[in-house]
């Protein structure tokens, strides 16, 4: 079989999950087109915390990918990216195959940074990628013990109000106050979720490095243990920054409004590997690339002008309580409590069903 494509779209992230959902049913356009994926399932953030407590089944959480192409007509390529070579057009996956592509599309996801560590006596969990981190954590309750989480945004919270009652104790850190850039409401409720599931709270409490079994912050230890899960700040894959694509200070791929890279304009960005050059970076913003990105790939092989991206002035912010309920914040106005999380499960459930192949 040709190495040759016309698109290729690596990455299974919410971007071209909404791509594919947008193309399927005879929407393709023409030309041949693959989806590079690592893992069989593209896993729904949102659903992870439900996950862990027991609410949803594992099946609930992940969307098949195969089935997903099969209706949009594409190719699905079970394999990793190790490289790029954005001047030829040429990525190389892990099974040793080179495949080249007159258009390419990245949404690629990133990882969480995780401190310098000494002496290793900590087993460190990354919360991405899911399927690696549910799989470790099964066998890590097999035996609980206590735990700490490193990171104190949306989903390092989500996490610990989910774990809370799983492990004989746990300890949130935070770099900053957790929710920073959030609603002080929603910030509040959350604090007094995880006061009252018992979760020791390091707020202003940057973690420098790991040494042996503890957490060293501004030289002193300020946690002893062997369990840590890192839901830190995005770290872009490694080969990324290499590639010779025009990246920021931090790694990740710069792209202009119709989500292009900056650098070369027949490789297009989208989600957590990409910055909207003079835009902040936001986590939600992947959902809603998901149309314009679609658009625009389209155009790209029919040969018509491209769609710009407007990032939303407004965010809508919704956390799991860890018991049912969920905290939310929206344009100044928050709410909390059952009915809330009644509405995030209907949320989560409508677009898990939006995604998968009918």
């Not at 909404?18 to 069989?40: E, F, M, Y």
């Not at 954005?86 to 495949?99: I, M, S």
């Not at 990246?247 to 027949?266: A, W, Y």
Request: proline share 6%; hydrophobic share 40%; charged share 15%.
């Amino acid at each position: 079989m040709s190495n040759k494509f016309d698109l290729l779209l690596a990455g299974a992230g919410h971007a071209h999950l909404g791509v594919l959902r947008l193309w399927a049913g005879d929407k393709t356009p023409s030309g041949r087109i693959g989806l590079i994926s690592p893992d069989q399932h593209a896993w729904y953030s949102g659903m992870l915390p439900g996950l862990l407590t027991g609410r949803y089944k594992t099946d609930q959480c992940r969307i098949d990918l195969q089935p997903l192409c099969q209706a949009a007509g594409i190719e699905f390529i079970s394999s990793a990216v190790t490289s790029l070579q954005p001047e030829a057009n040429l990525l190389h996956l892990d099974t040793g195959e080179t495949l080249q592509s007159e258009w390419l599309s990245l949404n690629l996801g990133s990882l969480p940074r995780p401190p310098e560590s000494e002496d290793a006596g900590m087993e460190l969990l990354p919360v991405k990628p899911f399927s690696s981190f549910i799989s470790r954590w099964e066998q890590w309750q097999k035996k609980p013990q206590r735990l700490a989480i490193l990171g104190g945004g949306a989903a390092g919270v989500e996490l610990a109000l989910a774990l809370a009652r799983t492990v004989p104790s746990l300890a949130l850190f935070s770099a900053a106050n957790i929710l920073a850039g959030h609603a002080p409401a929603l910030r509040g409720a959350a604090i007094r979720h995880l006061h009252q599931l018992g979760v020791e709270l390091h707020e202003r409490c940057p973690v420098d490095r790991i040494l042996g079994g503890a957490l060293i912050s501004k030289g002193e230890i300020v946690w002893r243990g062997v369990r840590l899960i890192l839901t830190t700040g995005a770290s872009p894959l490694g080969w990324l920054c290499e590639s010779g694509l025009s990246c920021n200070e931090q790694g990740f791929i710069q792209v202009s409004p119709t989500l292009q890279s900056v650098s070369h304009p027949q490789i297009f960005a989208a989600g957590d590997c990409a910055n909207l050059v003079g835009t902040p970076r936001n986590g939600v913003y992947a959902v809603r690339q998901g149309p314009v990105l679609a658009a625009n790939l389209a155009s790209a092989l029919k040969g018509e002008l491209f769609t710009n991206y407007v990032p939303q002035r407004i965010a809508l912010a919704l956390l799991s309580d860890g018991e049912g309920g969920a905290m939310m914040s929206w344009a100044g106005f928050t709410a909390e409590g059952s009915f809330i999380g009644k509405w995030k499960d209907y949320l989560d459930r409508r677009f898990m069903t939006r995604h998968r192949a009918s």
